[in-house]
């Protein structure tokens, strides 16, 4: 089974950045399009960003513009950059593998004053 595990979030200002990562286990990850979705309290998980195989994106119009996702194959590893971030991006984000349905442990992020 894929195994994820996120990093990177954090308190921060408005306005500010954080580099979210998901590192996956496996050989062939490669193959797989990876997702970013986030739960902010007392509200439903929502997709935020995903990435192809062939490096296709996604992005929710929440998000779009200031949100990056990228992924490194060779460390098994995909990426969301976070730019201007907003009080309202503040959530539980959490990693997932489309195809298998793996999920991580998610990681908090918080954009406060």
């Known amino acids: 089974q894929v195994q994820l595990v996120e990093s990177g979030g954090g308190l921060v200002q408005p306005g500010g950045s954080l580099r979210l990562s998901c590192a996956a286990s496996?050989?062939?990850?490669?193959?797989?399009?990876m997702a970013w979705y986030r739960q902010a309290p007392g509200k439903q998980r929502d997709l935020v960003s995903s990435i192809t195989s062939g490096g296709s994106t996604y992005y929710s119009d929440s998000v779009k513009g200031r949100f990056t996702i990228s992924r490194d194959n060779a460390k098994n590893t995909v990426y969301l950059q976070m730019n201007s971030l907003k009080p309202e991006d503040t959530a539980l984000y959490y990693c997932?593998?489309?195809?298998?349905?793996?999920w991580g442990q998610g990681t908090q992020v918080t954009v406060s004053s």
């Open positions: 496996g050989s062939i990850f490669s193959k797989y399009t």
């Open positions: 997932t593998n489309l195809q298998t349905g793996s």
